[in-house]
């Protein structure tokens, strides 16, 4: 199997300090040939960004402590994309800082 990560930001600007929970998608797919077997995502956030609540996903579970979002996403086929959707604010001093971000899947 050969399993891939991206990640997609919010449709809008975001704007830090606003109190406006915005949301990412992480999308990880099998490119195949075979099935993925156990697939995890693993994602650290780093700060001023905040995870606010627990992560959604398709399949699977996934749970967010301490800006640390993990998900179990079980088997994916040949194909077969999930996506994942985690829930964050800007706090007002993220508004001078660029945030660079990078997931895991294996």
Same mark, same amino acid.
């Given at each position: 199997s050969d399993v891939s990560?991206?990640?997609?930001?919010? %449709? %809008? %600007?975001?704007?830090?300090?606003?109190?406006?929970? @915005?949301?990412w998608i992480i999308s990880?797919?099998?490119?195949?040939? %075979?099935?993925? @077997?156990?697939?995890?995502?693993?994602d650290t956030v780093p700060g001023p960004i905040v995870v606010n609540g627990q992560p959604t996903v398709q399949q699977g579970s996934c749970f967010n402590v301490n800006n640390f979002v993990s998900c179990t996403l079980n088997n994916l086929l040949a194909?077969?994309?999930? /996506?994942?959707?985690?829930?964050? /604010? *800007?706090?007002?001093? *993220? *508004?001078?800082?660029?945030?660079?971000?990078?997931?895991?899947a294996y």
């Open positions: 990560v991206r990640k997609f930001g919010p %449709s %809008s %600007s975001v704007v830090a300090g606003d109190g406006v929970t @915005y949301n990880v797919t099998n490119n195949g040939p %075979s099935t993925a @077997y156990g697939v995890t995502l693993n194909g077969q994309t999930v /996506n994942i959707t985690v829930p964050f /604010n *800007a706090p007002a001093n *993220a *508004a001078t800082t660029q945030v660079r971000n990078c997931a895991t």
